[in-house]
């Protein structure tokens, strides 16, 4: 599998913004749909973002549609979430997630088997 590493989280003010990354290895990172999920203590794993293979495919959840914009870079194996206007109910620990995929799929929001270690991103009121 895919070995998946993030980091960029931090404490921001409602308001500002963030950019996480997510590192991978171990397999050809093209080959991979990936995606951003969060949760919070208490809660589910929620699907925040989704990008297919070349990155020409994206998705997001309704709740971060305008705001976040989740981009990648084949050539340095890393996909992105920027984060803008953050709120508060933005905070939470996101993770990076891979899936194996067809060259021609779209974005995806389910089916991830590879996910990291988690970045907590904390926003301030």
């Known amino acids: 599998q895919v070995q998946l590493v993030e980091s960029g989280g931090g404490l921001v003010q409602a308001g500002g913004s963030l950019r996480l990354s997510c590192a991978a290895s171990g397999r050809t990172f093209s080959n991979y749909a990936m995606g951003w999920f969060r949760q919070t203590p208490g809660k589910e794993r929620e699907f925040v973002a989704g990008?297919?293979?070349?990155?020409?495919?994206?998705i997001y959840a309704d709740s971060v549609e305008g705001r976040f914009t989740i981009s990648r870079d084949n050539a340095k194996n890393t996909v992105y979430l920027q984060m803008n206007s953050l709120k508060p109910e933005d905070t939470a620990v996101y993770y990076c997630a891979a899936k194996m995929s067809p060259s021609y799929s779209r974005a995806i929001e389910v089916g991830y088997n590879s996910w990291g270690q988690g970045t907590q991103v904390t926003v301030s009121s």
């Open positions: 990008i297919s293979r070349s990155g020409g495919s994206t």
